[in-house]
């Protein structure tokens, strides 16, 4: 396919400035009406979808449920010495996992205070690597601080005139009409 340039559309005075809002408007309420079309249509389909894969859905997990109570009823004559069994059309097996599990009376939230107030020991270090924290940039705190604190850490602030549009939807709807 050949490349073309995309045509530059110019405004001439506020009368033309006045009819791109215009059809700005138009455009806006035709895209929502599509896309109130599409929502509709993706719905339904949802829904169809919902109907058709829930029995589906139902009668996996009554066969996972099978599988796993035939599996831990014979667990002693189907495993004795193999973690798992080979069948056709699958395997059946356990495997050891490890979980961590709070002490009685403790609750994970318990758990992180303790480790923060271990890891604030000088000699806690092996205790910090058991706690998460994300650290980034808070902008909106900065964009208060004075040129020399901003400056201090590698920033400036900058002043931009961002265009915008507002579209009279009342106006529109009645010139439509």
């Given at each position: ?39 509709e ?5 949802k ?6 894969s ?20 014979r ?36 758990v ?20 998460r ?13 004075p ?6 850490v ?13 579209l ?10």
């Amino acid at each position: 396919m050949a490349r073309t340039k995309p045509k530059v559309l110019v405004l001439a005075d506020l009368k033309e400035a006045d009819a791109a809002l215009a059809e700005l408007a138009g455009i806006k309420r035709d895209l929502a009406a599509l896309e109130g079309v599409m929502n509709e249509s993706i719905d339904a389909i949802k829904a169809e979808a919902k109907a058709q894969s829930t029995p589906l859905a139902t009668r996996m997990k009554d066969l996972e449920t099978a599988l796993t109570n035939f599996a831990v009823a014979r667990k002693d004559d189907l495993f004795p010495k193999k973690k798992s069994l080979e069948l056709t059309f699958g395997a059946l097996g356990f495997r050891q996992s490890t979980k961590l599990k709070t002490l009685v009376k403790w609750t994970w939230k318990l758990v992180l205070e303790r480790l923060q107030a271990l890891a604030a020991d000088p000699e806690g270090t092996p205790f910090r690597e058991a706690i998460r924290t994300k650290v980034e940039v808070d902008k909106e705190a900065m964009r208060d601080w004075p040129e020399e604190r901003l400056a201090a850490v590698g920033v400036h602030k900058v002043a931009e005139d961002e265009f915008f549009y507002e579209l009279k939807a009342e106006a529109i709807k009645e010139v439509a009409a």
